[in-house]
């Protein structure tokens, strides 16, 4: 049967006002128990219940409002209640949690936890190890910047078998590091999930990216080194990993293209290792892709294409490196890659277009007679195929050829100095026929077809060095002493019908009495092609002459195999056999700067600085075969004197590639910078 609610509130007012708690309680209980959601009423039950201590009924009863307040979404309410609770009774669990969740959701973290803390505490008193850990995982949730918290949650997880959660959760922590800047941290973070889950690939893929994400910050604030220690580990770690570091250094091209090309060395270093020259490359071809005109990713291009023989991407490479080296105003080292691509393909007219600017920035007076002379194979590019009939020298002069035909004319005649080189057909069959070749004036002919006297310098070193230049004729004097000195006189079957000389009729002109006048010898450049003079019928001062020429001109050819053998050694990546080879090559005057300067250059690139710097020097001494080689040896050896700290020496070698060249590459920098550093001591 209901009561009159009214009367019986009014009843336990005036009970209380008279001191009849006991009596009060009786008539707030009924109605309570009439109406328990009459939380008003509870509330005073619960009061009054304090104030006779009897705190455990009071409890019951705040509790009882506050969950329902909670409920209802009256946060504050409950949360009042709750610490009445926590008042009477500061360890109640329930009122812990819930104040807890409470001051969690009002943003009141360091509440939370407290209250959540007393908790954790008071499981672990209890022995209840999972109960604790759980709540020190609801810890762990509350911010998601109290990244100790979390990683203490993590751990937690790991206490009641949830590997999995636990794994999950560290790999989130460590994406949130990354985004605040502490990559170290989120490294340990991984760290820590991986040794939870070795065979986790998913795992092991998060920790890559975390590692990559962290490489690519350090990238971009400038710490290229640090970036580069991570890359370089993650590679020895798995060297599968070179294409996502490839991908990372092309990502950060466009914004740092210095880093950028670091890292993506390292990555196509690798490729080139194991052999796959496509995908290094390819990474290469996408770095310049971002950043078109960065030089040293074209340069490495260029030599990863040659060394793999990847033509078609070479052509291409060499073409984007010319473009590069316009827009620099690096027109000397624009020219030398222009003339390459002209000769090999003298009917693609932009590469002519880029030759022609080049010229045109060199200040050259005849850029059409350079062009023309490129067209029709008179550069010495021509002949550089090892397999092929003839290898053309760093001088332009043509090194021991294969046996000529038999109809072909004998070297060093008019007719064979007077026959036009063939432009190297590269074209694919089917394709339309290149038009005809532009004939260059006569004078150009003649500048390009046959070798020019040296420069003062140079004439000077072959004068000091004893330099010189076989004759043409000397090409038959080894076959005259052969079928001399041969028992049978037999005649030679692999030597070209052009070579024989009827020794009968050398010897007869021996025998004959010199005539009354003779020319008096031949000096400079003459002297070295005339055939050696009889004087008076000494025969046998003209065999001993005859046998010396023959002599030389073995040990010319003995070098000049031996430079092929270096040649084809170093394309087949056999360094040191290559190192041998040109070694012994480099005996040969003639061949001394082509031998010694690529003997600097293996060198320089093993890091053998003392080495590099000797044959350098080697080869500045020796006749270079154009102005422009000259320079680059030059300025090579600056740099190789700079490496040794011979900075005087640096700084002369600078002044005298300043004066003959001008303003040539960064030289007038260089000179700036040496000068200052000697002025310091």
């Known amino acids: 049967m209901a009561i009159d609610r009214a009367a019986t509130l009014r009843n336990a007012e005036k009970l209380v006002r008279q001191g009849k708690v006991d009596a009060a309680i009786t008539e707030y209980l009924r109605v309570v128990e009439d109406q328990p959601r009459d939380w008003n009423t509870a509330n005073l039950l619960g009061d009054l219940y304090v104030r006779v201590g009897k705190s455990d009924k009071a409890v019951d009863q705040f509790i009882r409002i506050a969950d329902h307040l909670c409920e209802q979404g009256f946060l504050s309410k409950g949360a009042a209640l709750y610490k009445k609770v926590l008042k009477l009774q500061p360890d109640h669990e329930h009122a812990l949690l819930q104040a807890g969740e409470i001051a969690a959701q009002q943003g009141f973290y360091a509440d939370a936890r407290a209250h959540l803390g007393a908790v954790v505490e008071r499981r672990r008193a209890r022995g209840d190890a999972r109960g604790s850990a759980e709540v020190r995982i609801r810890i ?29 959760d560290l790999a989130d922590i460590a994406t949130a590091l990354i985004e605040k800047g502490r990559q170290p941290d989120a490294i340990k973070v991984v760290g820590q999930a991986v040794a939870l889950a070795p065979g986790d690939e998913a795992i092991r893929a ?15 604030s400038g710490m290229v080194d640090d970036g580069l220690a991570i890359a370089k580990q993650l590679i020895e770690e798995d060297p599968t990993r070179a294409a996502q570091i490839a991908a990372l250094a092309c990502h950060v091209a466009a914004d740092v293209p210095d880093a950028g090309f670091a890292a993506l060395e390292l990555a196509a270093d690798v490729s080139s290792g194991q052999g796959d020259w496509t995908a290094a490359a390819a990474a290469l071809e996408q770095f310049v892709a971002r950043v078109p005109s960065y030089t040293p990713a074209l340069m490495r291009l260029v030599e990863v294409c040659v060394d793999g023989g990847l033509d078609a991407a070479l052509q291409t490479a060499q073409e984007q490196l010319t473009d590069a080296y316009l827009a620099a105003g690096q027109a000397s080292e624009a020219r030398f890659i222009a003339e390459d691509l002209v000769t090999r393909q003298p009917s693609e007219q932009a590469n002519i277009d880029r030759l022609r600017r080049s010229l045109e920035l060199l200040g050259e007076a005849d850029p059409n007679a350079i062009i023309a002379a490129c067209i029709n194979g008179l550069f010495p590019l021509t002949g550089t195929d090892l397999n092929g009939e003839d290898l053309t020298s760093f001088d332009g002069t043509t090194l021991a050829a294969e046996t000529p035909a038999p109809d072909a004319p004998p070297v060093g005649s008019p007719s064979s100095e007077a026959a036009t080189p063939v432009a190297p057909q590269s074209e694919p069959k089917g394709a339309a026929p290149d038009p005809a070749p532009i004939q260059p004036p006569a004078e150009s002919q003649q500048r390009f077809a046959a070798p020019q006297p040296p420069s003062p310098r140079n004439a ?23 079928g001399f ?38 000096s400079g450049d003459n002297a070295a092609r005339t055939p050696p003079t009889i004087q008076g019928g000494d025969i046998e001062g003209v065999f001993a002459e ?34 041998a080879a040109l070694q012994s ?23 053998q600085t003392s080495e590099a710097l000797h044959w350098c020097e080697r080869a ?36 005298e590639l300043q004066a003959d060249a001008g303003d040539y590459r960064d030289v007038a920098t260089r000179v700036d910078r040496l000068a200052k550093v000697q002025a310091r001591g």
């Open 585 to 607: 090559a480099s005996e040969a005057p003639s061949l001394r700067f082509a031998t010694a300067s690529r003997l600097a250059r293996i060198f320089r690139d093993r890091g």
């Open 206 to 220: 998060r920790l890559l990216d975390v590692s990559l994400a962290i490489a690519e910050a350090r990238f971009r």
């Open 485 to 522: 000195e041969s028992p049978a006189a037999e005649t030679r079957h692999d030597e070209p019908e052009s070579a024989e000389v009827d020794l009968t009729i050398v010897l007869d002109d021996m025998n004959r009495p010199p005539p009354p006048t003779l020319l008096p010898p031949p």
């Open 460 to 482: 000077r070193r072959e004068e000091r060095h004893g330099l010189f230049e076989l004759s043409a004729n000397a090409v038959d004097i080894e076959s005259i002493l052969e």
């Open 620 to 655: 500045v001494q020796a006749p270079a075969p154009t102005p422009h080689d000259y320079h680059a040896l030059l300025f090579e050896l600056a740099e190789l004197l700079e490496a040794e700290g011979e900075i005087v020496r640096a700084l002369a070698v600078c002044l």
């Open 140 to 168: 762990g949730s509350l911010d998601a910047t109290d990244f100790d918290a979390r990683i203490a949650a993590a751990n937690a997880r790991v206490e009641i078998d949830d590997v999995a959660g636990a794994v999950r």
């Open 546 to 579: 005859l046998r010396g020429e023959a002599s030389r001109r073995s040990a010319m050819e003995a070098a000049e195999q031996d430079f092929r053998r270096g040649l084809a050694l170093q394309e087949a990546g056999d360094v040191d056999g290559s190192i």
